[in-house]
């Protein structure tokens, strides 16, 4: 990997905005609260809010308190109602080349009678439905339905375990959960829901289960609660009306991983969540919706498919690419086959998908036409200067600005990126944050510093943040609150601030491990593999990785004093599949008698790292037993297999 700054960068973006960029830092800077206001007015509300921010119980702030809309009628009717219902929301590409057209009317037909489906089930404003759905417009339409009757979703990545699956689903007390008979991924079909048969059972809340037939799999049905979603449409009436909500109605629940094993249920509220997602996908990617094709290659089950797959393209009118696959099928190629295909206009991705594609060679993508980008997106992780000037030059054929945007699951929405016309560009950095959103880098006693490296923190609330973690007001404060105040917004990651005012991100500080733009929690991967009978301790650390980002590695005591071989090893990450999902499978296990552990027992996963990577082992002095590191340093050297 190159350096950061070290190869030339375009300076600017050429000069065709579709907006006065310049004009909106300036606003933005005279008027916070006035900008956002104008932000929020582009929705359209049923009734009109007279308070922009409420901040007298801060830090659970309150948005356009008084106004009431609705996330659907927004996405959908409005559009339908200007006059643009067939227009194309969703192209859908299937894993076999199949392909759908879904026009914003179909999608406002089928999101009504699913609604009306769901309020047949019984559910209500306020209830919690789960989605667990591969990359189909189902999982779409599900979102969308439950925002037109104020139920909210809580979508789980189709990729997760059963058991991560029904975590999930009890922690947050699901009603209803929406899946799939099997799921395509590569062509192998895996039986979603037959495998989620016994986790299902342990559900108490869970009174109904609606299953869209989407391969064929074998899916056994329990009479009385589930469904075919097929079935519920064709029998529900077609017209469904959306149900205006206050602007602070919760619109859906997020599960992140944290610092500790049990993930976060991050809380989005519908006005000021649409107002940052729609405000953002329309200025950072130059959006012209009557133009441009937009393709975002997010999974639905994370944050970025939720903001820029579903709700910034959808209220801003724009047509999307959907493709239900794995970027290396049906061949490596398939990405650039659908920009040519569809003449997609902006691609959004991730830094892992960029290296993966690197590492395929350039020769793919040349094969096809991909003149019709104009800009390159970038998410999820840092970027590096090679991967940020291979995307600007052999995806972007050197003619398309590359914004590299940071935010996370807790912002909602963008938070630091440049904007075309207005900001250069700097391949690594994510550069200034948004009109309307203040970023500050901290010491380590909460003084701003204007250079060098510090805690990234939000020092003003901004529309999309999230309100609270889902039944659990305390741990909001604790986790984001608690260091610097509640008016200062722990981000929980370190930055650089160089002499330009632009944030170079260099990574987490907490326990949090980014492998492919997706985040896991080194104590959730743990937990994991203590729970396997096999296992007397266990440590996990992230080390840095070409392709993913960062990879897990774990280090395993196993019980009984038996020594570790290839065998637990398959077990191993056998286990951890099944408990979390492939993602969380570590690169590597190392077989280790002990671990660090400070005299009160607490693992030192700072030094296993720096054994990792090569590095002195610095201060040891805490350590319990001292020899520790050395049969460590032995078994990282020479591993028994
Ligand atoms: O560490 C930052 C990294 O991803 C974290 C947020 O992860 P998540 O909530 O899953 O949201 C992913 C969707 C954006 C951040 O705390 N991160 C995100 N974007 C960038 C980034 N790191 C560097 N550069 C980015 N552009």
Redo the contacts with the bound molecule.
């Keep these: 990997m190159t350096t950061a700054g070290t190869l030339p960068a375009p300076a600017t973006f050429p000069p065709r905005p579709q907006m006065d960029t310049e004009a909106l830092y300036a606003q933005a800077a005279a008027d916070r609260l006035g900008f956002w206001a104008e932000q929020g007015r582009r929705l359209s509300w049923d009734k009109p809010f007279t308070t922009v921010l409420d901040d007298t119980e801060s830090p659970f702030y309150r948005w356009f308190t008084d106004g009431t809309l609705n996330a659907s009628a927004n996405c959908l009717d409005r559009h339908v109602a200007a006059g643009r219902g067939d227009r194309v929301a969703y192209h859908w590409h299937g894993e076999e080349g199949e392909t759908r057209t879904i026009t914003y009317a179909a999608l406002l037909e089928e999101v009504q009678r699913f609604a009306n489906a769901l309020k047949g089930l019984g559910v209500t404003a306020g209830d919690v439905v789960g989605i667990h759905l591969p990359m189909i417009p189902e999982a779409i339409v599900a979102m969308l339905a439950c925002a037109r009757i104020g139920a909210l979703h809580n979508v789980v990545f189709g990729g997760f375990a059963p058991q991560a699956v029904g975590e999930r689903m009890a922690a947050c007390g699901a009603k209803a959960l929406v899946t799939v008979d099997g799921a395509r991924r590569k062509g192998r079909v895996t039986a979603v829901k037959q495998a989620l048969e016994e986790v299902l059972e342990t559900l108490p809340d869970l009174e109904h289960v609606v299953v869209v037939g989407a391969a064929e799999a074998p899916c056994p049905m329990r009479p009385g609660r589930d469904s075919w979603y097929a079935g519920l449409c064709a029998a529900a009436d077609p017209e469904c009306p959306a149900v205006p909500l206050p602007a602070e109605h919760p619109l859906f629940i997020l599960y992140?991983s944290g610092s500790t094993a049990a993930p976060k249920g991050v809380v989005h509220t519908t006005g000021g969540y649409l107002t940052g997602v729609s405000y953002t996908h329309r200025v950072v990617f130059d959006l012209a919706p009557e133009r441009d094709v937009w393709f975002c290659t997010?999974d639905i089950g994370?944050?970025?498919g939720h903001s820029y797959l579903v709700y910034g393209p959808l209220l801003n009118g724009v047509t999307s690419v959907l493709f239900e696959g794995a970027p290396d099928h049906p061949h490596k190629g398939v990405w650039w086959e659908l920009v040519e295909r569809y003449g997609v206009t902006q691609l959004y991705t991730a830094p892992t998908a960029i290296r993966a594609a690197m590492s395929w060679g350039e020769e793919l993508p040349g094969r096809y036409d991909l003149s019709s980008l104009r800009l390159l997106g970038?998410?999820?992780?840092?970027?590096d200067p090679t991967a940020w000037h291979w995307y600007h030059r052999v995806i972007g054929g050197g003619r398309c600005p590359v914004v590299?945007?940071?935010?996370?699951?807790?912002t909602g929405s963008?938070m630091?990126?440049p904007l075309p016309g207005a900001t250069g560009t700097k391949p690594g950095s994510?550069t200034r944050p948004l009109p309307g959103v203040s970023a500050e880098l901290l010491d380590a006693d909460g003084t701003p510093v204007t250079g060098g490296t510090g805690l990234l923190a939000l020092t003003e609330p901004w529309p999309s943040m999230l309100r609270t973690l889902y039944g659990d007001d305390e741990r909001y404060l604790v986790t984001y609150f608690s260091r610097f105040g509640k008016d200062t917004y722990l981000?929980?990651?370190a930055a650089r601030l160089d002499e330009d005012g632009c944030f170079w991100?260099l990574?987490?500080t907490d326990d949090?491990i980014?492998v492919s733009?997706?985040?896991l929690s080194t104590a959730e991967v743990e937990s994991a593999v203590a729970a396997h009978p096999a296992v007397a301790d266990v440590a996990v650390v992230a080390i840095p990785d070409e392709l993913t980002g960062q990879a897990v590695v774990a280090f395993v005591t196993p019980a009984g004093g038996r020594p570790g071989d290839a065998a637990l090893e398959t077990e191993l990450r056998r286990h951890i599949a099944v408990r979390i999902g492939k993602l969380a499978r570590p690169k590597r296990i190392v077989w280790a008698a002990d671990l660090p552990k400070t005299r009160s027992g607490k693992i030192m996963r700072r030094l296993l790292r720096d054994l990792l990577t090569g590095q002195e082992t610095g201060d040891v002095t805490t350590l319990g037993e001292p020899d520790v590191m050395a049969a460590l340093t032995a078994a990282v050297t020479h591993p028994i297999h």
């Design positions: 992140s997010a994370w944050i970025t970038s998410c999820g992780e840092p970027i590299d945007t940071w935010w996370q699951t807790e963008i630091i990126a994510a981000v929980g990651d991100i990574g987490r949090v980014n733009g997706h985040r």
